[in-house]
């Protein structure tokens, strides 16, 4: 399993491999996880490591969110982790939009770190105005699009 932080995600895509990934002090360039070691996750990172997601840099200059569709990246201590049952494509183009990085540098400046930095995290994701609606499929099941 791939690992990745903040520093080797960009706007769709992930850097593994391309760019090193600088952790306490060392740097790696193909990080990984031997599946012998995932017995040692928290049943519920192991969970979120193996489905797919869309993996949000914790600290950048603008947001920068990568899709990880089949379940082979585990993300670093500090990146954002999204799973959803929206279609992760759609949420994918929306976070990585020019739309949504003015209304997140504008409504979470208050958060900003020294260079322009922007610190992501669950409760500022959780605050994007994503609209959602459901609509009733030929059965009549319920479901959420955006």
């Not at 869309?54 to 982790?81: F, Q, Y």
């Amino acid at each position: 399993m791939q690992l990745v932080n903040s520093g080797t995600l960009d706007r769709y895509r992930f850097l593994w491999g391309k760019k090193r990934l600088r952790y306490l002090g060392a740097s790696y360039l193909h990080p990984v996880i031997p599946a012998h070691l995932r017995q040692y996750l928290p049943r519920k990172r192991e969970q979120q490591a193996i489905a797919p997601k869309i993996l949000v840099a914790g600290m950048t200059r603008e947001l920068e969110c990568a899709l990880d569709s089949t379940g082979k990246v585990l993300a670093a201590k500090s990146t954002a982790v999204i799973q959803s049952t929206i279609d992760l494509r759609y949420l994918l183009g929306i976070l990585n939009s020019k739309l949504i990085h003015f209304y997140f540098t504008n409504s979470f400046a208050s958060n900003s770190l020294s260079g322009g930095y922007l610190r992501v995290g669950p409760p500022q994701l959780q605050q994007i105005p994503i609209c959602c609606r459901e609509v009733r499929d030929g059965n009549g099941a319920i479901a959420t699009t955006l």
